[in-house]
């Protein structure tokens, strides 16, 4: 049988892909995914007693929007950076199973009364405002009631925006502390204002992190070291894919590659077995450079005024899932949508009288509205390599 460079590679040099899947839930065998099941079944039947959830406070026709800002962020952690394992088998229907809770938690922190108090805060004060504008257009008569739930908690759609616009981050990290911060408000009013969250919502908040921490495994940590061997696979010569992995494997832990990072791992490579003068290592980064960007698309040619310097390219971080799909083109979708009803109504952060303000706001959501195609579209094609 015949075994590939990258494969004896592997075997001969020690190069290992960090095994951070050990954590969540391995499968179905594993006893684990039971006890992720009833922490997020008791989070939502515990959530659900709370008195928000009654008549005089939360109204259900904001549920269609919760629950599509439920849907959002976990299909970004879940089907997009694989924060709970791989989007599959009994860890895909514990991932479904946690929109359940997730969209209770929204509902109670982010939605409004159906009469807010006038000093309920910000999100009171805006959506008020909101049906002020509606009411005066006569929004009633010429758009549909589930577009109008929009205008009557404005809070959510902010929400919506913000969290669509963290998911278009590359890194996790940064997509979490960019949701984190598009509650900060909400969650701030929620503490600050009658009523405040029950005791039983709080113990199943409590059970819904568990279950969060018990099924959490960065499966999308190992995924781009996968990736990289598998489409290093037709490289014959051993040396060249041995300087190839580590300049790899450096930029995806780094997050980038210099000009001099680079240059350094061919000389330790190259330098081992024969006697090149600078310019020689030079001509063969640049070679390998190209290859791993034109050839194999591991890695994008970035510039600013700091230099030359290569990148993970931004597939490489993902799997082959129609999950993965469904999550980046739902989200664009429905930014899209939501974008176009802004920009078609007459609420606005700050009326369009107002001088450069006035148009501020449409301006942003259009960038943004339009940004994630434009993102879409430049990833499609081929990076064009300059020399460094």
Same mark, same amino acid.
């Given at each position: 049988m015949k075994v590939s460079a990258a494969d004896s590679f592997k075997k001969g040099t020690g190069f290992k892909i960090k095994m951070a899947y050990t954590a969540g839930v391995a499968g179905i065998m594993d006893p684990k995914w039971l006890l992720v099941a009833l922490c997020y079944i008791a989070s939502i039947a515990?959530? =659900?007693?709370?008195?928000?959830?009654?008549?005089?406070? +939360?109204?259900?026709?904001?549920?269609? +929007?919760?629950?599509v800002l439920a849907l959002l962020i976990v299909a970004g952690f879940s089907w997009e950076s694989y924060l709970l394992g791989r989007p599959a088998g009994i860890n895909l229907i514990l991932q479904c199973l946690l929109i359940g809770p997730i969209t209770l938690l929204i509902g109670r922190v982010a939605g409004l009364p159906a009469k807010p108090e006038t000093s309920y805060g910000f999100l009171g004060t805006f959506k008020e405002y909101a049906l002020s504008v509606k009411?005066?257009? =006569?929004? !009633?008569?010429?758009?549909?009631?589930?577009?109008? !739930?929009? +205008? $009557?908690?404005p809070g959510i759609l902010i929400l919506i925006i913000f969290t669509s616009i963290a998911f278009t981050q590359q890194k996790s990290s940064r997509r979490f502390a960019l949701v984190v911060v598009a509650f900060l408000i909400p969650i701030l009013q929620t503490l600050s204002h009658q009523p405040r969250p029950s005791v039983a919502f709080g113990v199943g908040l409590l059970a819904l992190l568990?279950?969060?921490?018990?099924?959490?495994?960065?499966?999308?940590?190992i995924v781009g070291q996968k990736n990289i061997l598998d489409r290093l696979r037709t490289v014959d010569d051993r040396l060249e894919l041995q300087c190839?992995? *580590?300049?790899s494997k450096r930029a995806l832990d780094d997050g980038f590659i210099t000009e001099d990072g680079v240059l350094a791992l061919?000389? *330790?490579?190259y330098a081992k077995l024969f006697d090149l003068?600078?310019?020689?290592?030079?001509?063969?980064?640049?070679?390998?450079?190209? *290859?791993?960007? $034109?050839?194999? $698309?591991?890695?994008?040619?970035?510039?600013?005024? $700091?230099?030359f310097f290569l990148v993970p390219y931004p597939a490489i971080y993902r799997i082959d899932s129609i999950f993965d799909e469904i999550a980046a083109w739902m989200r664009k979708i429905i930014l899209t949508g939501i974008a176009l009803m802004w920009l078609i109504s007459p609420i606005d952060f700050f009326p369009d009288s107002v001088?450069?303000?006035?148009a501020l706001d449409d301006a942003v959501i259009t960038l943004i509205g339009a940004g994630?195609?434009?993102?879409t579209l430049r990833r499609r094609r081929y990076p064009t390599l300059k020399t460094p």
């Amino acid at each position: 049988m015949k075994v590939s460079a990258a494969d004896s590679f592997k075997k001969g040099t020690g190069f290992k892909i960090k095994m951070a899947y050990t954590a969540g839930v391995a499968g179905i065998m594993d006893p684990k995914w039971l006890l992720v099941a009833l922490c997020y079944i008791a989070s939502i039947a515990l959530m =659900g007693q709370d008195p928000w959830y009654g008549d005089k406070y +939360f109204t259900y026709n904001q549920g269609i +929007f919760v629950g599509v800002l439920a849907l959002l962020i976990v299909a970004g952690f879940s089907w997009e950076s694989y924060l709970l394992g791989r989007p599959a088998g009994i860890n895909l229907i514990l991932q479904c199973l946690l929109i359940g809770p997730i969209t209770l938690l929204i509902g109670r922190v982010a939605g409004l009364p159906a009469k807010p108090e006038t000093s309920y805060g910000f999100l009171g004060t805006f959506k008020e405002y909101a049906l002020s504008v509606k009411e005066a257009v =006569g929004l !009633e008569s010429i758009v549909p009631d589930w577009i109008q !739930e929009v +205008f $009557r908690n404005p809070g959510i759609l902010i929400l919506i925006i913000f969290t669509s616009i963290a998911f278009t981050q590359q890194k996790s990290s940064r997509r979490f502390a960019l949701v984190v911060v598009a509650f900060l408000i909400p969650i701030l009013q929620t503490l600050s204002h009658q009523p405040r969250p029950s005791v039983a919502f709080g113990v199943g908040l409590l059970a819904l992190l568990a279950g969060i921490a018990i099924q959490y495994s960065h499966y999308g940590s190992i995924v781009g070291q996968k990736n990289i061997l598998d489409r290093l696979r037709t490289v014959d010569d051993r040396l060249e894919l041995q300087c190839s992995l *580590r300049i790899s494997k450096r930029a995806l832990d780094d997050g980038f590659i210099t000009e001099d990072g680079v240059l350094a791992l061919v000389h *330790r490579e190259y330098a081992k077995l024969f006697d090149l003068d600078p310019l020689s290592l030079r001509a063969i980064a640049q070679v390998l450079s190209h *290859r791993l960007v $034109r050839e194999h $698309r591991i890695l994008e040619l970035h510039g600013d005024e $700091r230099g030359f310097f290569l990148v993970p390219y931004p597939a490489i971080y993902r799997i082959d899932s129609i999950f993965d799909e469904i999550a980046a083109w739902m989200r664009k979708i429905i930014l899209t949508g939501i974008a176009l009803m802004w920009l078609i109504s007459p609420i606005d952060f700050f009326p369009d009288s107002v001088p450069i303000l006035g148009a501020l706001d449409d301006a942003v959501i259009t960038l943004i509205g339009a940004g994630q195609w434009i993102e879409t579209l430049r990833r499609r094609r081929y990076p064009t390599l300059k020399t460094p």
